[in-house]
Protein backbone atom coordinates (compact mmCIF):
# COMPACT_ATOMS: atom_id res chain seq x y z
CA UNK A 1 0.00 0.00 0.00
CA UNK A 2 2.96 2.60 1.22
CA UNK A 3 4.80 1.76 -2.30
CA UNK A 4 1.62 2.11 -4.23
CA UNK A 5 1.29 5.18 -2.71
CA UNK A 6 4.60 6.26 -2.97
CA UNK A 7 4.83 5.81 -6.81
CA UNK A 8 1.39 7.85 -7.50
CA UNK A 9 3.50 10.56 -5.47
CA UNK A 10 6.02 10.44 -7.91
CA UNK A 11 3.61 9.82 -11.01
CA UNK A 12 1.76 13.19 -9.65
CA UNK A 13 4.97 15.43 -9.77
CA UNK A 14 6.69 13.98 -12.92
CA UNK A 15 2.68 15.38 -14.71
CA UNK A 16 3.15 18.92 -12.50
CA UNK A 17 6.26 19.35 -14.00
CA UNK A 18 5.74 17.93 -17.48
CA UNK A 19 2.37 20.41 -17.65
CA UNK A 20 4.82 23.32 -16.48
CA UNK A 21 7.17 22.82 -19.19
CA UNK A 22 6.86 23.89 -23.69
CA UNK A 23 8.72 21.52 -25.24
CA UNK A 24 9.86 22.65 -28.57
CA UNK A 25 7.20 21.38 -29.97
CA UNK A 26 4.18 22.42 -28.14
CA UNK A 27 2.27 25.03 -26.09
CA UNK A 28 1.24 26.41 -23.25
CA UNK A 29 -2.28 27.33 -22.22
CA UNK A 30 -3.34 28.61 -19.15
CA UNK A 31 -6.60 30.64 -18.12
CA UNK A 32 -4.39 33.83 -18.14
CA UNK A 33 -2.34 33.40 -21.14
CA UNK A 34 -1.16 31.78 -24.24
CA UNK A 35 2.03 30.50 -25.44
CA UNK A 36 2.09 28.95 -28.73
CA UNK A 37 4.95 28.01 -30.71
CA UNK A 38 6.37 29.29 -33.73
CA UNK A 39 9.63 28.81 -35.62
CA UNK A 40 12.29 30.70 -33.28
CA UNK A 41 10.46 31.17 -30.42
CA UNK A 42 7.28 31.82 -28.73
CA UNK A 43 4.21 34.14 -29.43
CA UNK A 44 2.26 35.25 -26.12
CA UNK A 45 -1.23 35.65 -25.90
CA UNK A 46 -2.90 37.20 -23.03
CA UNK A 47 -6.71 36.52 -21.87
CA UNK A 48 -9.51 39.24 -21.72
CA UNK A 49 -10.23 40.57 -18.28
CA UNK A 50 -6.87 40.40 -16.74
CA UNK A 51 -5.13 44.40 -16.32
CA UNK A 52 -1.09 43.09 -16.05
CA UNK A 53 0.74 39.59 -16.36
CA UNK A 54 4.14 38.48 -14.99
CA UNK A 55 5.63 35.43 -16.27
CA UNK A 56 9.00 34.08 -15.54
CA UNK A 57 10.65 31.51 -18.43
CA UNK A 58 13.84 29.34 -18.01
CA UNK A 59 15.44 26.61 -19.73
CA UNK A 60 16.24 27.63 -23.34
CA UNK A 61 18.16 31.03 -23.03
CA UNK A 62 15.91 33.84 -24.00
CA UNK A 63 17.73 37.53 -25.41
CA UNK A 64 15.75 39.90 -23.54
CA UNK A 65 16.24 42.57 -26.32
CA UNK A 66 15.18 40.40 -28.72
CA UNK A 67 11.51 40.57 -27.32
CA UNK A 68 8.99 42.09 -29.87
CA UNK A 69 5.60 43.77 -29.07
CA UNK A 70 3.33 42.80 -31.33
CA UNK A 71 0.77 45.22 -30.04
CA UNK A 72 0.35 48.52 -28.18
CA UNK A 73 1.60 47.09 -24.46
CA UNK A 74 4.26 48.26 -22.11
CA UNK A 75 6.87 45.72 -21.35
CA UNK A 76 9.22 45.34 -18.71
CA UNK A 77 11.98 42.33 -18.96
CA UNK A 78 14.54 41.36 -16.11
CA UNK A 79 16.87 38.41 -16.52
CA UNK A 80 18.89 36.75 -13.79
CA UNK A 81 19.94 33.36 -13.05
CA UNK A 82 16.65 31.81 -12.48
CA UNK A 83 15.35 32.71 -15.76
CA UNK A 84 14.13 35.63 -17.90
CA UNK A 85 10.44 37.68 -15.80
CA UNK A 86 8.11 39.42 -18.54
CA UNK A 87 5.89 42.00 -17.51
CA UNK A 88 3.27 43.33 -19.28
CA UNK A 89 -0.11 45.90 -18.95
CA UNK A 90 -1.90 48.08 -20.86
CA UNK A 91 -4.35 46.03 -22.22
CA UNK A 92 -7.27 47.99 -22.89
CA UNK A 93 -7.08 48.68 -26.76
CA UNK A 94 -6.06 44.83 -27.14
CA UNK A 95 -7.27 42.59 -30.06
CA UNK A 96 -7.31 39.22 -27.36
CA UNK A 97 -7.49 37.40 -30.53
CA UNK A 98 -4.04 38.27 -31.38
CA UNK A 99 -0.21 37.55 -30.04
CA UNK A 100 0.36 40.51 -27.87
CA UNK A 101 4.49 39.47 -27.96
CA UNK A 102 7.11 37.40 -29.60
CA UNK A 103 9.63 35.84 -27.62
CA UNK A 104 12.30 34.58 -29.59
CA UNK A 105 15.10 32.08 -28.00
CA UNK A 106 18.49 30.23 -29.13
CA UNK A 107 18.21 26.36 -28.80
CA UNK A 108 15.58 23.99 -29.34
CA UNK A 109 15.33 23.05 -25.94
CA UNK A 110 12.52 23.20 -23.49
CA UNK A 111 11.43 26.39 -21.89
CA UNK A 112 9.80 25.88 -18.70
CA UNK A 113 7.21 28.77 -16.94
CA UNK A 114 8.68 28.55 -13.58
CA UNK A 115 6.34 31.26 -12.54
CA UNK A 116 3.14 33.68 -12.64
CA UNK A 117 1.19 36.15 -11.63
CA UNK A 118 -1.44 38.20 -12.50
CA UNK A 119 -3.26 41.49 -11.59
CA UNK A 120 -7.05 42.52 -11.68
CA UNK A 121 -7.27 45.90 -10.52
CA UNK A 122 -10.39 47.04 -8.81
CA UNK A 123 -13.40 48.57 -9.47
CA UNK A 124 -14.05 51.63 -7.02
CA UNK A 125 -16.16 55.11 -7.86
CA UNK A 126 -16.88 57.69 -5.37
CA UNK A 127 -18.39 61.21 -6.38
CA UNK A 128 -16.38 63.77 -7.65
CA UNK A 129 -18.04 65.55 -4.93
CA UNK A 130 -16.24 64.13 -2.08
CA UNK A 131 -13.23 65.13 -2.12
CA UNK A 132 -13.68 68.80 -1.17
CA UNK A 133 -10.23 69.92 -0.70
CA UNK A 134 -8.14 67.35 -2.49
CA UNK A 135 -6.78 68.33 -5.96
CA UNK A 136 -7.09 64.97 -8.10
CA UNK A 137 -3.28 63.55 -8.51
CA UNK A 138 -2.46 62.66 -11.92
CA UNK A 139 -0.41 59.17 -10.53
CA UNK A 140 2.60 58.35 -12.70
CA UNK A 141 2.85 61.70 -14.17
CA UNK A 142 6.63 61.58 -13.51
CA UNK A 143 8.00 64.99 -15.09
CA UNK A 144 5.17 66.85 -14.18
CA UNK A 145 4.29 68.17 -17.11
CA UNK A 146 0.90 67.06 -17.21
CA UNK A 147 1.01 63.82 -19.81
CA UNK A 148 1.57 60.19 -19.00
CA UNK A 149 4.04 59.17 -21.60
CA UNK A 150 7.31 57.05 -22.51
CA UNK A 151 9.46 59.17 -20.70
CA UNK A 152 7.34 58.52 -17.52
CA UNK A 153 7.40 55.03 -18.20
CA UNK A 154 11.02 55.31 -18.72
CA UNK A 155 11.68 56.44 -15.46
CA UNK A 156 9.39 53.76 -13.57
CA UNK A 157 10.65 50.60 -15.63
CA UNK A 158 13.95 50.36 -13.82
CA UNK A 159 12.63 50.38 -10.03
CA UNK A 160 10.23 47.31 -11.29
CA UNK A 161 10.94 44.51 -8.71
CA UNK A 162 12.39 45.80 -6.44
CA UNK A 163 11.62 46.94 -2.13
CA UNK A 164 12.67 48.96 0.15
CA UNK A 165 16.31 49.28 1.40
CA UNK A 166 17.44 48.70 -2.43
CA UNK A 167 18.88 51.93 -4.46
CA UNK A 168 16.76 51.35 -7.22
CA UNK A 169 13.38 51.73 -4.79
CA UNK A 170 11.91 55.18 -4.68
CA UNK A 171 8.91 55.43 -3.18
CA UNK A 172 7.12 57.28 -5.89
CA UNK A 173 6.59 54.42 -7.97
CA UNK A 174 4.91 52.34 -5.42
CA UNK A 175 1.53 53.36 -6.60
CA UNK A 176 -0.46 50.23 -6.40
CA UNK A 177 -2.83 51.13 -3.44
CA UNK A 178 -3.85 54.68 -5.46
CA UNK A 179 -7.60 54.67 -6.58
CA UNK A 180 -9.94 55.99 -8.91
CA UNK A 181 -11.92 58.87 -6.25
CA UNK A 182 -13.33 61.22 -9.07
CA UNK A 183 -16.16 60.62 -11.66
CA UNK A 184 -16.33 62.53 -15.07
CA UNK A 185 -13.95 63.11 -16.67
CA UNK A 186 -11.24 61.41 -14.22
CA UNK A 187 -13.32 58.34 -13.74
CA UNK A 188 -10.90 57.03 -15.71
CA UNK A 189 -7.37 58.09 -13.75
CA UNK A 190 -6.14 56.72 -10.90
CA UNK A 191 -5.66 60.36 -8.93
CA UNK A 192 -5.56 59.25 -5.34
CA UNK A 193 -2.65 57.96 -3.57
CA UNK A 194 -2.86 54.99 -1.58
CA UNK A 195 -0.05 54.10 1.08
CA UNK A 196 2.93 51.90 -0.19
CA UNK A 197 3.35 48.72 0.74
CA UNK A 198 7.29 48.76 0.54
CA UNK A 199 7.73 47.10 -3.01
CA UNK A 200 7.35 47.69 -6.69
CA UNK A 201 5.24 45.16 -8.06
CA UNK A 202 2.92 43.70 -10.54
CA UNK A 203 0.26 46.15 -8.92
CA UNK A 204 2.17 49.45 -9.75
CA UNK A 205 3.00 48.50 -13.14
CA UNK A 206 -0.70 47.88 -13.68
CA UNK A 207 -1.46 51.14 -12.03
CA UNK A 208 0.65 53.07 -14.27
CA UNK A 209 -0.17 51.46 -17.20
CA UNK A 210 -4.12 52.75 -16.72
CA UNK A 211 -2.46 55.92 -16.66
CA UNK A 212 -0.44 55.87 -19.42
CA UNK A 213 -1.46 58.07 -22.63
CA UNK A 214 -3.68 60.51 -20.25
CA UNK A 215 -3.58 63.83 -19.72
CA UNK A 216 -4.48 66.22 -16.83
CA UNK A 217 -8.15 67.02 -17.88
CA UNK A 218 -7.58 70.56 -16.40
CA UNK A 219 -4.85 71.20 -19.29
CA UNK A 220 -6.07 72.70 -22.46
CA UNK A 221 -7.80 75.74 -23.73
CA UNK A 222 -10.37 77.25 -21.36
CA UNK A 223 -12.92 79.90 -22.86
CA UNK A 224 -14.18 81.95 -20.45
CA UNK A 225 -17.73 84.50 -20.23
CA UNK A 226 -18.56 86.91 -17.79
CA UNK A 227 -20.68 89.60 -16.85
CA UNK A 228 -19.83 92.72 -14.04
CA UNK A 229 -22.16 95.43 -12.44
CA UNK A 230 -21.42 97.01 -9.66
CA UNK A 231 -21.33 101.06 -8.34
CA UNK A 232 -17.71 102.37 -9.09
CA UNK A 233 -16.39 105.28 -6.93
CA UNK A 234 -14.45 106.46 -10.32
CA UNK A 235 -17.17 105.66 -12.80
CA UNK A 236 -20.30 105.18 -11.17
CA UNK A 237 -22.23 102.47 -12.41
CA UNK A 238 -20.17 100.15 -14.25
CA UNK A 239 -21.65 96.96 -16.35
CA UNK A 240 -19.56 95.57 -18.93
CA UNK A 241 -20.33 91.49 -20.43
CA UNK A 242 -16.84 89.71 -21.55
CA UNK A 243 -15.28 86.44 -22.98
CA UNK A 244 -11.79 85.37 -23.54
CA UNK A 245 -9.66 82.54 -23.50
CA UNK A 246 -6.66 80.98 -21.27
CA UNK A 247 -4.18 77.90 -22.14
CA UNK A 248 -2.60 76.18 -19.61
CA UNK A 249 -0.12 74.43 -20.64
CA UNK A 250 1.59 71.97 -18.04
CA UNK A 251 0.48 70.79 -14.83
CA UNK A 252 1.96 73.60 -12.92
CA UNK A 253 -0.49 75.51 -14.38
CA UNK A 254 2.05 77.37 -16.68
CA UNK A 255 -0.47 79.96 -18.84
CA UNK A 256 1.04 80.33 -23.13
CA UNK A 257 0.45 83.69 -24.22
CA UNK A 258 -1.12 86.67 -22.78
CA UNK A 259 -5.24 86.17 -21.27
CA UNK A 260 -7.04 88.55 -23.06
CA UNK A 261 -10.82 89.35 -22.61
CA UNK A 262 -12.73 91.67 -25.02
CA UNK A 263 -15.24 93.53 -22.65
CA UNK A 264 -18.80 95.84 -23.45
CA UNK A 265 -18.96 98.26 -20.94
CA UNK A 266 -21.11 100.59 -19.82
CA UNK A 267 -20.43 103.76 -17.26
CA UNK A 268 -20.96 107.41 -16.18
CA UNK A 269 -18.68 109.75 -17.85
CA UNK A 270 -17.00 112.51 -15.88
CA UNK A 271 -19.90 114.59 -17.03
CA UNK A 272 -22.69 112.07 -16.05
CA UNK A 273 -23.68 110.65 -19.27
CA UNK A 274 -23.73 107.28 -19.17
CA UNK A 275 -21.00 105.88 -22.12
CA UNK A 276 -20.80 102.79 -23.70
CA UNK A 277 -17.09 101.14 -24.97
CA UNK A 278 -15.57 98.25 -26.51
CA UNK A 279 -12.37 97.14 -24.52
CA UNK A 280 -9.33 94.81 -25.02
CA UNK A 281 -8.37 93.65 -21.10
CA UNK A 282 -5.44 91.92 -20.72
CA UNK A 283 -4.61 90.29 -17.18
CA UNK A 284 -1.29 89.73 -16.01
CA UNK A 285 -0.23 87.51 -13.63
CA UNK A 286 -2.33 85.19 -13.75
CA UNK A 287 -2.47 82.20 -11.43
CA UNK A 288 -4.82 79.35 -11.75
CA UNK A 289 -6.02 77.12 -9.06
CA UNK A 290 -7.73 73.62 -9.14
CA UNK A 291 -9.36 71.39 -5.85
CA UNK A 292 -11.41 68.78 -7.25
CA UNK A 293 -14.17 70.70 -6.89
CA UNK A 294 -12.98 74.73 -7.37
CA UNK A 295 -10.76 76.44 -9.98
CA UNK A 296 -9.79 79.84 -8.53
CA UNK A 297 -8.13 82.47 -11.26
CA UNK A 298 -6.55 85.03 -9.48
CA UNK A 299 -4.61 88.34 -11.83
CA UNK A 300 -4.03 91.92 -12.05
CA UNK A 301 -6.49 93.88 -14.66
CA UNK A 302 -5.05 97.29 -15.51
CA UNK A 303 -8.04 99.92 -16.06
CA UNK A 304 -7.65 100.92 -20.06
CA UNK A 305 -8.83 104.16 -19.61
CA UNK A 306 -6.07 105.43 -16.54
CA UNK A 307 -3.85 102.51 -16.17
CA UNK A 308 -5.27 101.77 -12.52
CA UNK A 309 -4.13 98.26 -11.32
CA UNK A 310 -6.69 96.15 -9.69
CA UNK A 311 -6.20 92.69 -8.01
CA UNK A 312 -9.49 90.38 -9.67
CA UNK A 313 -10.34 86.76 -8.53
CA UNK A 314 -12.48 84.68 -10.05
CA UNK A 315 -13.89 81.62 -8.30
CA UNK A 316 -16.15 79.07 -9.21
CA UNK A 317 -17.63 75.15 -9.07
CA UNK A 318 -16.29 72.70 -11.33
CA UNK A 319 -19.00 70.74 -12.98
CA UNK A 320 -18.40 67.92 -15.12
CA UNK A 321 -20.54 66.54 -17.91
CA UNK A 322 -19.50 63.23 -20.31
CA UNK A 323 -15.64 64.67 -21.28
CA UNK A 324 -16.79 68.46 -20.93
CA UNK A 325 -15.17 69.96 -17.69
CA UNK A 326 -16.84 73.58 -16.49
CA UNK A 327 -16.17 76.03 -13.96
CA UNK A 328 -18.87 78.74 -13.04
CA UNK A 329 -20.29 81.05 -10.26
CA UNK A 330 -23.89 81.61 -11.31
CA UNK A 331 -25.93 80.39 -8.40
CA UNK A 332 -23.25 78.29 -6.73
CA UNK A 333 -23.76 80.65 -3.28
CA UNK A 334 -21.21 82.68 -1.82
CA UNK A 335 -17.87 83.26 -2.07
CA UNK A 336 -18.23 81.98 -5.80
CA UNK A 337 -18.19 84.92 -7.94
CA UNK A 338 -15.63 88.20 -9.75
CA UNK A 339 -14.46 89.98 -6.66
CA UNK A 340 -12.21 93.19 -6.93
CA UNK A 341 -9.30 93.03 -4.28
CA UNK A 342 -7.96 94.93 -1.76
CA UNK A 343 -10.62 95.50 -0.56
CA UNK A 344 -12.28 93.13 -1.49
CA UNK A 345 -15.83 93.09 -2.77
CA UNK A 346 -17.88 91.20 -5.63
CA UNK A 347 -18.71 92.84 -8.89
CA UNK A 348 -19.48 90.14 -11.00
CA UNK A 349 -20.22 86.58 -12.35
CA UNK A 350 -18.11 83.84 -14.56
CA UNK A 351 -18.39 80.60 -16.37
CA UNK A 352 -15.41 78.87 -18.33
CA UNK A 353 -15.64 75.36 -19.68
CA UNK A 354 -13.51 73.10 -21.62
Known amino acids: MKKTLMISMILSIIVLF???CVSSHSSHNDSAFKLVRQAGGFDLYVSRGI???EITLSGAHIYAENIVPLQDVLVITRQDTSGTTIALSKFRDLDFAEPVLAIPFENPGSITVSSYDTVILPIKKASFLTQNSVAPDLIGDYNGDGYITLSDFAAFAPAYG???GSAEYDEKYDIGASEKQYLGIWQKIFSFSGLPDGSITLADFAVFA???????????KWTFTGSIDYESGTYGSVKADGNGTLTIGQQNWQMSGPVELTAN????????????DTFEIEIASVDVQFSSTEMTVTGIIANPLNGVEYDVLMKGKLR???NAIYAESNG???GYGIFLLNPTRKIGEWTAHK
Not at 210 to 220: D, E, I, M, Q, V
Not at 265 to 276: F, L, P, W
Open 18 to 20: LAS
Open 51 to 53: DAL
Open 162 to 164: FSA
Open 210 to 220: NNYGFANPYLG
Open 265 to 276: STYTDEEGKEVS
Open 320 to 322: VEG
Open 332 to 334: TGD
